[in-house]
């Protein structure tokens, strides 16, 4: 209780100075503060009035909570901004662009709050939070295979929307059907179409965007340049993404997803073994992911890895049993691990939220039907490019053995369409060449915060095991991806040097050049940023090799 307290006083003193400050250095009328510029500002007070969130409403908290998807941030101790702005127009946006700029507070965008280090609903500066859950609506156009997202739509919702339309049209996106397509799409996303159409933002056809002075910008007003950094180089380095416009894509009426699991004791390291070579190279109607943790066998101290292999096929069994037995025999998938089902059915069971083919589809665009605390997790990310040999594998089994059962290994398999763009079509440059992505978590959903000792023991943990993997991953760069922000990879952003660090592990060199020049040119002042926002250097990029 006393710490809240003196937490709450905190953030009010930070953001009462800020006003201060600001009223020095932007030389504002005194007696205004943000609340009053938010309220003059609009066409309609009473409206922005029941959008506006203080510390002092009583329902501060709770709005700031509702979208912390991550459960590891919500403590008392985490700053919280200093007012949240629920927009439920385009107007209110522009009004809070405004009023943000004019009195030196930083912003920071919400859509579906999954931000993996907490960047849309914190910071260590007196912060604005636009939380832009409000703008969801979705409008999917069958006819011309397109559709126009709100940013503040969650994926779950397109999917579900695009359903209630057609059964042969879907759009390629992410597994958990809470994340925001604001977030998800500005860093590309990666989901179980990948191998068949590529990212997310690779089918992303046009765009509303706001930016820093409070224009509404599309596709042919912004340019190529901008459209291009959109997709993929994090959008909120750039300003507010306020809808996309998707390209729908053909599915069959039925698909098919299955399941098998194996431990060690199975051949579990000769499967996996034989996994890296074939799933890459495979039919690209096939996706198959691996997820791993280590467990005890049976009732014995002793432990054993289980792996789960879970895939999606586009089209029937018969012939994903056929295509498996002769590419892929070890597996042994037979009939039973197999379940034919739609595509949006197939997008539920796959969500590892433990629905199945007779979950009713609604529950996709349900947020309290999903389990929030699943992300209470520290997580890291890489790209496999060789396979593992069998030597590496068990030396990684003993590393997973040495933790205490919280970790996660999830693999996604790229190759297939992927292989087909450069590097530099979109600032995503993670394509031809990677067998499979891998993800690395450790769960604090057992722990009552994520600085208890077992906490910090995990992290300390997955960390050691990242830096074990190092032989084994993506090299010169050893790439990172930018929707699995990780702030350990360095915050450093004075210099192209300091940002080379993270930022070319993200992007690679060549984009993460174009991406720093497109910044300079749309926000010279740097107003859109967060610990790992594209840099802007006050002095120009000398061109190095
Ligand atoms: C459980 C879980 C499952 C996931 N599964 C996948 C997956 O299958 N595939 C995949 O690729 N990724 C996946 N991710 C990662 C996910 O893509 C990123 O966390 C993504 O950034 C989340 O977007 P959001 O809108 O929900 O998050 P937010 O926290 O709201 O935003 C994330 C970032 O995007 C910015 N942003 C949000 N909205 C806007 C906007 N309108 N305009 C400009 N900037 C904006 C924020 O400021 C912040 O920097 C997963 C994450 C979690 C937690
Ligand atoms: C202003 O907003 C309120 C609340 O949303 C609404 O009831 C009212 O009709 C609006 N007034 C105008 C003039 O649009
Ligand atoms: C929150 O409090 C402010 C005054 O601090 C007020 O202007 C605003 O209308 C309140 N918001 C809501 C939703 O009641
Ligand atoms: C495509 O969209 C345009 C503009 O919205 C509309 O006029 C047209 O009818 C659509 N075409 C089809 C085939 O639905
Ligand atoms: C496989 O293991 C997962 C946990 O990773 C479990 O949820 C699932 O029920 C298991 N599947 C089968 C077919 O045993
Ligand atoms: C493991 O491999 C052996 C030898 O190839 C084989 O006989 C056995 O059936 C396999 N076990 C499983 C569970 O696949
Ligand atoms: C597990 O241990 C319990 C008690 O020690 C015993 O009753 C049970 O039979 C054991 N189960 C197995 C599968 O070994
Ligand atoms: C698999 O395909 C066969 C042949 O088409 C079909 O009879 C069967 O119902 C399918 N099985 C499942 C689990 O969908
Ligand atoms: C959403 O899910 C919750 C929790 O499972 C449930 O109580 C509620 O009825 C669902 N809402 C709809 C509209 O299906």
Redesign the pocket.
């Known amino acids: 209780m006393k710490i809240s307290h003196l937490v709450f006083l905190f953030v009010l003193t930070l953001c009462f100075f800020v006003s201060w400050g600001a009223t020095s250095i932007f030389d504002v009328d005194d007696s205004e503060d943000i ?1 009053s510029c938010l309220k003059s500002k609009t066409n309609n007070a009473t409206s922005i ?6 510390p ?2 009583s ?1 501060f908290e709770s709005i700031w909570e509702a979208r912390v998807n991550n459960f590891r941030f919500i403590k008392p101790s985490t700053p919280k901004p200093c007012v949240i702005v629920t927009p439920i127009d385009e107007t209110q946006i522009q009004t809070t662009l405004f009023c943000t700029k004019k009195h030196g507070y930083e912003i920071r965008i919400r859509s579906g709050g999954h931000d993996f280090e907490g960047v849309s609903s914190t910071a260590v500066v007196p912060f604005v939070m636009l939380d832009i859950f409000n703008m969801n609506s979705i409008d999917v156009d069958v006819g011309n295979k397109t559709a126009w997202v709100q940013a503040g739509a969650r994926l779950g919702e397109v999917y579900y929307s695009i359903s209630q339309k057609t059964n042969t049209l879907y759009f390629p996106a992410g597994v958990c059907p809470t994340v925001g397509v604001g977030g998800y799409m500005g860093g590309g996303g990666y989901g179980n179409l990948v191998r068949k159409y590529g990212t997310a933002a690779d089918n992303i056809l046009d765009v509303r965007f706001m930016d820093v002075s409070g224009n509404i910008l599309d596709r042919k007003s912004m340019g190529e340049d901008l459209f291009w950094a959109l997709r993929g180089g994090g959008a909120s380095s750039f300003g507010i993404v306020l809808a996309w416009k998707l390209g729908l894509v053909p599915v069959p009426e039925i698909v098919t997803v299955f399941s098998v699991n194996r431990t060690l004791e199975e051949n579990g390291t000769d499967i996996f073994y034989k996994y890296q070579y074939v799933a890459p190279r495979m039919d690209r109607d096939l996706l198959i992911r691996v997820r791993m943790s280590s467990q005890f066998i049976g009732n014995t101290t002793k432990k054993t890895i289980r792996m789960s292999f879970e895939g999606l096929y586009l089209g029937k069994n018969d012939t994903l049993l056929t295509l498996l037995d002769k590419h892929f025999p070890e597996l042994k998938l037979k009939q039973e691990n197999c379940e034919e089902m739609s595509m949006v059915q197939s997008s539920l069971v796959l969500a590892l939220q433990g629905f199945t083919s007779s979950t009713p589809t609604e529950a996709i665009a349900n947020v309290s039907a999903i389990q929030r605390q699943l992300s209470n997790a520290k997580v890291k990310l890489d790209y496999i490019r060789t396979p593992i040999p069998k030597s590496g594998l068990r030396k990684i089994w003993r590393k997973m053995f040495a933790n205490d059962r919280s970790e996660t290994l999830i693999m996604y398999t790229f190759g297939g369409k992927m292989e087909e763009y450069s590097d530099t079509a979109i600032p995503y440059p993670h394509r031809a060449g990677v067998l499979y992505q891998l993800y690395k978590g450790v769960s604090f959903v057992d722990q009552t915060s994520d600085t208890t000792p077992t906490s910090l023991r995990r992290i300390e943990w997955l960390r050691s095991f990242d830096m074990f993997l190092e032989p084994y991953v993506s090299k010169n760069p050893r790439e990172a991806y930018i929707n699995y922000i990780d702030l350990d990879l360095g915050v450093g952003r004075d210099t192209y040097e300091e940002a080379s660090v993270w930022g070319e592990r993200y992007w690679k060199r060549e984009n993460f050049k174009k991406l720093i020049r497109i910044k300079a040119e749309v926000d010279t002042e740097n107003f859109f940023r967060h610990p790992q926002s594209i840099p802007v250097f006050y002095y120009p990029l000398v061109s190095s090799s």
């Open positions: 609340i009035s029941q959008l506006i969130f203080t002092l409403n329902s």
